[in-house]
């Protein structure tokens, strides 16, 4: 079965600094990779998603994410963090479930980023 | 707006009442996803739809719960007799796959969500 793990319930950063969210995955076949942004009371929109493809992968409002094998790992980062950055940031991997067909997304617990002013 | 919708966005409802919610996918997505997400955790998967048939669901749908997609159109998720370990958002998600192919990349949209609330 597939997880992931993303370190740090919470992150803050201030106005223009580095964003780094992390992200680490396990799963026993090669997975598609997914970083999902949620605002309050909002559902969840993607952000980036990596389909076995490029290892860097650029998504929507400046973030991108690089997939590393070796590591499991999927980070989401964004070289200057803008105030309308602040939400919370799923990560997910999804795998084929071979009865069924149906591609399962398994999210993270999330991050949720402030951006300090 | 063509997006997935959901309705109604918010419900509050006493222990045992019956709540019916209601997602409009995507037009032409054939398939369907119900998830629960409950405070400060991850959406968890309840169950999926390809075009009408249901052909997926998870132990944490107990038979209080259940969901229909009759036309394979819209879905209804109905959780009879209601506690208040059901108080979560309920998001609906639809997607595509081209010819029913196992391990297509069928990206998910999610719609806005249903916040339920048991007292």
């Known amino acids: 079965a597939q997880s992931v793990t993303q370190l740090g319930s919470h992150v803050s950063v201030s106005e223009g600094a580095l964003v780094l969210l992390r992200c680490n995955y396990s799963?026993?076949?090669?997975?598609?990779l997914f970083w999902y942004v949620q605002y309050p009371n909002q559902g969840l929109q993607l952000l980036l998603k990596?389909?076995?493809?490029?290892?860097l992968v650029k998504g929507i409002n400046g973030f991108e994410a690089e997939f590393k094998k070796s590591e499991t790992s999927f980070h989401l980062t964004k070289p200057s963090a803008h105030m309308s950055d602040a939400a919370e940031y799923f990560c997910?991997?999804?795998?084929?479930?071979?009865?069924?067909?149906?591609?399962?997304?398994?999210f993270g617990s999330g991050t949720r980023l402030q951006v300090q002013p | 707006d063509t997006g997935v919708s959901q309705n109604p966005r918010h419900k509050i409802t006493k222990r045992g009442q019956n709540v019916t919610f209601r997602c409009d996918p995507i037009s032409e997505h054939n398939r369907l996803y119900w998830y629960r997400q409950t405070l400060g955790q991850g959406p968890e998967f309840l169950t999926y739809f390809q075009n009408e048939a249901q052909l997926e669901k998870s132990r944490l749908l107990s038979d209080r719960f259940s969901a229909e997609r009759p036309k394979g159109s819209f879905s209804t998720l109905e959780i009879q007799r209601t506690e208040q370990g059901d108080s979560a958002m309920y998001l609906c998600a639809s997607s595509f796959t081209r010819g029913g192919l196992a391990g297509s990349n069928n990206e998910q949209f999610f719609g806005p969500g249903t916040r339920l609330t048991v007292l």
């Open positions: 990596y389909t076995s493809a490029a290892t």
């Open positions: 997910a991997v999804s795998v084929v479930k071979g009865d069924t067909g149906r591609r399962a997304l398994t």
């Open positions: 799963s026993s076949v090669p997975p598609y």
